[in-house]
């Protein structure tokens, strides 16, 4: 079984054109989809209804919920809440009900997907500390042997040996897995990377090989920028894509 693994779309239709693409070749049997579909990019209703032509297993994420008034957008930036109350405006009332039924997790075998941790999933924390990502680990489901989620636009492997009670980031983009190891893998994002790579992020899960891999694809950078401009979405979002950042 080969997952493809996508989160943090964000609106965003060149990146998800490419990432889609790249998968292409893949032998990919199943997608997942971690959340925040829509949210800063100037094309929500295109980037649901490929995702939903691509998978059942779609996973609620915290601007996902700020565009349908789910979430209170006063925890947002100006420029975040801006592009919520945007998309809330463009949302087909189909899409808006697709969204709100999403849930927040997601177990498929040993695997379990979130969109921004494991620890209180509806609290929407950042896995940006050690700590946090420690937390996420002790609140896994028996048995789940790899987490996957986005959220922070950073992509990681994280690994828990059970034995040594030790969990460490991975310095890799691919790695093998550990008998008696556990992981938390941060997949990254397709449509607004924040890692200082402004290419698109995704993952892909070999369950039999045990391999985990992040994988990054070039996209049409500029034509999403002038569509963000063109919507009259703040300046900001898409000069960030440029960067990474
Ligand atoms: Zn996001």
Redesign the pocket.
Known sequence: MRFGILS?I?GNLEALDAVLGALEGERIDRYLCLG?IV?YGASPNECLDLVTGLTTVVIA???DHAAIGKLDIATFNPFAAEAARWTRRQLTPAGRRYLAELPYTRRIGDLYAVHASPADPPAWHYLTSLGRVIEGFEALPAGVTVCVL??T?SPGIFESRIAEDRCREVPAQVHVMALESRYIVNVG?VG?PRDGDPRAAYCVFDVGEGRLEIKRVSYDVETAQRKIRAAGLPDLLAERLAHGR
Request: negative net charge; glycine residues 24%; hydrophobic residues 0%.
């Open positions: 943090d964000h925040d949210g994420g915290n601007h986005g959220h636009h994002s607004q």
